[in-house]
């Protein structure tokens, strides 16, 4: 199967394949369809949380592009071909990694002569709007720039409610979200719900009201089908377990209760008998500025038995590596407990991991559950086979690599060095370490994803240098670590920039981390030239001198990051972020874009979900479920707006 679909933008859509799915039983591709459904009806809640205007204007350009009666061939409807995709990949009207604001890309004037020219006889119209007044709005929306600006704004300037433009608050200020919060969490004893994580907080009549996210509330409808398919997946469930916490997780649609969520949670960590797993819910916080409210994802998948052997060493020897660790003592747990690591294959991807899609998954993010029950981590083995298959024949890593045995390193141990960074990422970076009594993920405030994310990348990056890495059998020789710290480098000093808009700083929290780290090891080994810039040929490179020195500058900050999140030092923590993770060498950035742009490539990439079928015999049972892979990108998201467009355009 051909890796590559298509490309737009700054966008690559990619394929995943879905290796050994006719070979699993039929249970298990019941179980996996049903699950699959479930992930896929939960698409408009996505969608309506990035924006609240969204679902309109998808609505709106969808409509124009079913029904629009002029010439489809010229230059202007290219364009706006290419703003719709750009809309379905971002879930909505702001890109996906810098949260800003797209650009429609076609003249304005234009827009009119597309809604002239389309059939609007089956357009459903919000209650209360007349079509112009609507598609007058609309039109606002999408071309004037200062309008819904910013999805996420993290700027330690503002109110970083009041400047950000998703749907998680109405008319609730920064201040006043952070105070009622916090008194919720005064009163919550060591074992808080995840106040918040499952509402829209909007102020009515000066008073603040939650509105939940559950059956019969807001996203109602959407969650009445993800019900549906949960309860259908019930009767497939490989073990007891299983369907304990499946009936958790629908208990906790149905009523919105927080404290059922934290049990599916505690029954999901327990479970480790099943090869077929799901995550599905209001799960990360990223959206966010304050680290409160969860994006709605789902992922299907099922275990890798051969890749899994790698991160079962590691789960197993997890106490090892938390009593190694160079972190203080008084921050180490002195038993780890339940920390279980697998290697997957996916099966869908949806929500927020669609169709940009993480590499790997540590959960739940509930710090006491993770504390005292564990976690579950992931590496998602086909995702990144498709990245490093794409990946080797661009060109990119013959630009930016410093030495012809810098591209033979990664040649040869970039793809498992890739992996088992991401291994420790997940399985042992997000799952070691403890904070302080009283401390929590609110006092980091809107630095608090940026300091975890380079944490996690921090023990694996000191990790993998170890020799224990060797003794384990997980790597062949150190050479994989020096490919890795290579990529590393490579990556957070010089092309990740690609990714960055000329003039603008770093706003994604995965990309602050990144920087941060490389930026902080080159500044403080300096003195010792480990790490250095050189140019060659009027290009910028670089170079790691001493990798051991390199490793020790990684143990030294991972030290200070865990004391920040455990001591809830938020000063430290933004004094971090904000001198090495956020502004951007401005030279070096020019020409970084510039080799790129030579280059053809886009900085980022996306997946097509395959398509599953049900084959049924005449007498009504399931007889197999079917996938393929020949769907394009254009017909998979009319056919998802068509099949789980559940919501209305306004949800209030």
């Not at 591709?29 to 990035?50: E, P, T, V």
């Not at 400047?163 to 060591?190: P, R």
């Not at 981390?513 to 500044?523: D, G, P």
């Not at 998802?640 to 559940?646: E, L, V």
Request: aromatic content about 12%.
């Amino acid at each position: 199967m051909d890796v590559f679909a298509e490309k737009f933008a700054d966008l690559k859509i990619l394929r995943y394949s879905v290796p050994e799915f006719e070979n699993l039983d039929l249970q298990k591709k019941l179980y996996i369809y049903n699950l699959s459904q479930a992930a896929l009806c939960g698409r408009d809640i996505l969608w309506d949380q990035n924006n609240r205007y969204n679902l309109s204007v998808r609505t709106v350009l969808e409509t124009i592009w079913k029904t629009f009666s002029g010439n489809r061939e010229t230059p202007e409807f290219k364009l706006f071909e290419i703003y719709l995709k750009r809309v379905w990949f971002s879930n909505g009207i702001h890109h996906h990694y810098s949260t800003e604001k797209l650009p429609a890309g076609f003249p304005e004037i234009y827009f009119k002569e597309l809604i002239a020219h389309s059939n609007w006889s089956d357009f459903k119209l919000p209650s209360g709007k007349n079509r112009h007044e609507f598609i007058s709005e609309i039109q606002e929306v999408i071309f004037n720039p200062e309008r819904e600006k910013k999805r996420v704004n993290l700027d330690p300037e503002k109110d970083l409610l009041v400047s950000s433009s998703n749907n998680y608050y109405q008319n609730v200020e920064q201040s006043e979200a952070e105070i009622l919060y916090a008194e919720l969490k005064a009163h919550a004893g060591s074992e808080p719900v995840s106040f918040g994580l499952n509402s829209t907080l909007v102020k009515e009549d000066g008073c603040l009201v939650e509105k939940v996210w559950k059956l019969g509330g807001k996203y109602g409808p959407a969650i009445e089908q993800i019900i549906f398919w949960l309860n259908k997946a019930i009767d497939y469930a490989e073990n007891d377990l299983q369907k304990k916490y499946i009936g958790h997780l629908v208990q906790y649609y149905a009523t919105g209760d927080l404290a059922l969520f934290d049990q599916y949670s505690i029954d999901w960590v327990k479970e480790l008998d099943g090869e077929v797993d799901f995550v599905n819910g209001f799960i990360e916080v990223y959206g966010d500025a304050l680290g409160i409210k969860g994006s709605w994802e789902s992922i299907v998948n099922y275990k890798d038995t051969e890749a899994s052997k790698r991160a079962t060493i590691l789960s197993e020897n997890a106490q090892w590596f938390e009593d190694h660790s160079p972190v203080d003592p008084e921050f180490k747990k002195a038993e780890v407990k339940g920390v279980s690591a697998k290697v997957i294959n996916v099966a869908i991807l949806a929500g927020d991991c669609y169709p940009a899609t993480p590499i790997g998954i540590n959960l739940p993010n509930a710090e006491w559950i993770r504390e005292k029950y564990g976690s579950k981590s992931v590496t998602i083995e086909n995702i990144t086979q498709a990245y490093f298959l794409d990946s080797m024949n661009n060109g990119m890593l013959e630009e930016f690599a410093a030495s012809t045995e810098e591209i033979e390193r990664t040649r040869q141990y970039g793809y498992l060095a890739g992996n088992l960074h991401t291994d420790l990422h997940e399985c042992l970076g997000h799952g070691s370490g403890k904070v302080r009594k009283g401390v929590n993920t609110d006092n980091l405030k809107n630095y608090y994803s940026t300091i975890e994310e380079t944490r996690a990348d921090l023990f694996a990056l000191y990790y993998i240098m170890d020799d224990q890495l060797v003794k384990l059998g997980l790597v062949p020789s150190i050479d994989a670590a020096k490919a890795e710290f290579d990529g590393y480098l490579r990556n957070g000093l010089l092309t990740q920039l690609t990714r960055i808009e000329p003039g603008k700083d770093i706003e994604e929290s995965h990309m602050r981390n990144r920087q941060l780290i490389t930026r902080w090891v080159y500044e403080a080994g300096k003195g010792k030239n480990v790490v250095e810039f050189f140019s060659s040929e009027g290009k910028t490179y670089v170079k790691i001198n001493d990798y051991s020195a390199l490793r020790d500058l990684f143990g030294q900050l991972l030290k200070e990051i865990q004391r920040i999140k455990s001591e809830g030092d938020l000063e430290a923590a933004r004094n971090l972020v904000e001198n090495f993770g956020v502004k951007v060498d401005r030279q070096l950035h020019i020409e970084v874009l510039e080799r790129f742009k030579k280059l053809d490539l886009a900085p980022y990439s996306g997946f097509l979900n395959p398509v599953y079928e049900l084959k049924v015999y005449p007498c009504g049972t399931s007889a197999d479920v079917l996938i393929r892979y020949d769907e394009d990108y254009t017909s998979q998201m009319m056919r998802y707006s068509k099949d789980f467009g559940f919501l209305p355009m306004v949800n209030e």
